[in-house]
Nanobody, 116 residues
Framework: QVQLVESGGGLVQAGGSLRLSCVVS????????MGWYRQAPGKQRESVAT???????NYADSVKGRFTISRDIAKNTVYLQMNSLKPEDTAVYYC??????????WGQGTQVTVSS
């Protein structure tokens, strides 16, 4: 069973920064993709940023230029650097990995709250 453990969430003022981390209990080198998703109260879960096995990244329009996804293969960790945070970024952030056989695994989520 693959486990994902997120950390780094918290309360921050608008304009501030946070870095989320997601440690995966297996080697991430061969994963098809890794990504960060978020779900705000009363809203559907949405994709924030993804990174493929080849290193290609994709971002939601709402976070382009402010968020950066990266990975450290040696540490089996994926990061989400979030800058210039806005109140509308408030949500529970989830890490997800997809294996080469297209199985998805999710973390438990970490709360990010941005105050105005």
């Amino acid at each position: 069973q693959v486990q994902l453990v997120e950390s780094g969430g918290g309360l921050v003022q608008a304009g501030g920064s946070l870095r989320l981390s997601c440690v995966v209990s297996r080697n991430i080198f061969s994963l098809a993709s890794m990504g960060w998703y978020r779900q705000a109260p009363g809203k559907q879960r949405e994709s924030v940023a993804t990174i493929t096995n080849g290193g290609s990244t994709n971002y939601a329009d709402s976070v382009k230029g402010r968020f950066t996804i990266s990975r450290d293969i040696a540490k089996n960790t994926v990061y989400l650097q979030m800058n210039s945070l806005k109140p509308e970024d408030t949500a529970v952030y989830y890490c997800k990995i997809q294996t080469p056989i297209r199985m998805d695994y999710w973390g438990q989520g970490t709360q990010v709250t941005v105050s105005s």
